[in-house]
């Protein structure tokens, strides 16, 4: 619904394990080539968040 937080947002800022407001704004808002250009936010709002949770958890992880 509109004005409703994302399904998965909190998961996802969680998963990037960071203090950093704009690291999240930047995973969260960056088109993502492997999502088809999508954003994770665009994803999210689609309902498909196990790709952006996915992504989430190795961002910014060196080596994976």
Same mark, same amino acid.
């Given at each position: 619904?509109?004005?409703?937080?994302?399904? =998965?947002? @909190?998961?996802? *800022?969680?998963? *990037?394990?960071?203090?950093?407001?704009?690291?999240?704004?930047?995973?969260? *808002?960056?088109?993502?080539?492997?999502?088809?250009?999508?954003? @994770?936010?665009?994803?999210?709002?689609? =309902?498909?968040? $196990?790709?952006?949770?996915?992504? $989430?958890?190795?961002?910014?992880?060196?080596?994976?």
């Amino acid at each position: 619904r509109e004005g409703d937080v994302l399904s =998965g947002f @909190a998961e996802v *800022l969680t998963a *990037l394990d960071t203090d950093s407001p704009f690291v999240a704004l930047s995973f969260l *808002l960056s088109k993502n080539p492997g999502w088809n250009g999508k954003s @994770a936010c665009e994803l999210l709002q689609s =309902g498909n968040v $196990a790709p952006v949770l996915t992504e $989430a958890r190795g961002f910014l992880k060196h080596g994976s």
